[in-house]
């Protein structure tokens, strides 16, 4: 069945570091691509999406690109912030009905001033 | 605009009770779905409800049940809970159609944590 494969944390950054979290994704038909953002206390936010193949969603400086070739689509950012220190979940739609969300199971990301 | 509520923010029940916990969706938002998200895990699928009608159900066994009503609000009842139902209960709405594919976008609740003992 349809799965998201995340790379495990935790990570711990400096301000400024690039930041990448690897995420693969193993599924039947054409999902769509998501990376959500929880901060801490919060819910869920949607940080960006890719619907097909060689999109990219982009957010906040935050970046991917849906690669079916590789079945990738890994988050980066170029320079990271404290603000950034959140946990991060990769996902996907897809499934039987194509309805059904498949998550990662989160990168805790700590960035030190 | 207001954003997706649940109730209530805590629950504690013991091994064989029943749990109700409720969903409030976004304004204009015809669709719900609710995960399970065990202490450092992923949110785990349990279903999804469309205008009513379930549209979509992950691995879970059947004492999961849900239910949407005509204002779009819905309920996720547990039955004979188990130690392993202790989790946090997420819902989320969308704007979405039942043939949408990922167009429409999960606005997710703050959850409701559920401890079993």
């Known amino acids: 069945g349809d799965s998201v494969t995340q790379m495990e944390g935790p990570v711990t950054l400096s301000e400024e570091a690039f930041l990448t979290i690897n995420c693969t994704y193993t599924?039947?038909?054409?999902?769509?691509l998501f990376w959500y953002v929880q901060y801490p206390g919060e819910g869920l936010q949607l940080l960006l999406k890719?619907?097909?193949?060689?999109d990219k969603g982009s957010n906040k400086g935050f970046e991917a690109t849906y690669r079916k070739e590789t079945t990738s689509f890994h988050l980066e950012k170029g320079s990271v912030q404290v603000s950034d220190s959140a946990v991060y979940f990769c996902?996907?739609?897809?499934?039987?009905?194509?309805?059904?969300?498949?998550f990662g199971t989160g990168t805790s990301l700590t960035v030190i001033p | 605009e207001t954003g997706v509520t649940q109730s209530p923010t805590h629950l504690i029940k013991t091994r064989g009770q029943q749990v109700t916990l409720r969903c409030s969706s976004q304004?204009?938002?015809?669709?719900v779905s609710w995960y399970q998200q065990a202490l450092g895990q992923g949110p785990q699928f349990i279903f999804q409800?469309?205008?009513?009608?379930?549209?979509g159900r992950g691995n879970f066994p059947p004492r999961f049940s849900g239910l949407q009503f005509p204002n779009y609000s819905s309920e996720l009842n547990v039955n004979a809970l188990e130690l392993d139902d202790s989790a946090l209960y997420l819902c989320?709405?969308?704007?979405?159609?039942?043939?949408?594919?990922?167009?429409?976008?999960?606005?997710f609740g703050p959850g409701t944590r559920l401890t079993v003992l």
């Open positions: 304004s204009g938002h015809n669709t």
């Open positions: 996902a996907l739609r897809g499934g039987p009905t194509g309805n059904q969300f498949y």
């Open positions: 989320a709405s969308s704007p979405g159609t039942s043939g949408s594919r990922g167009r429409h976008i999960q606005f």
């Open positions: 409800y469309y205008r009513e009608e379930e549209n």
């Open positions: 890719a619907t097909k193949a060689d």
């Open positions: 599924a039947t038909g054409y999902p769509s």
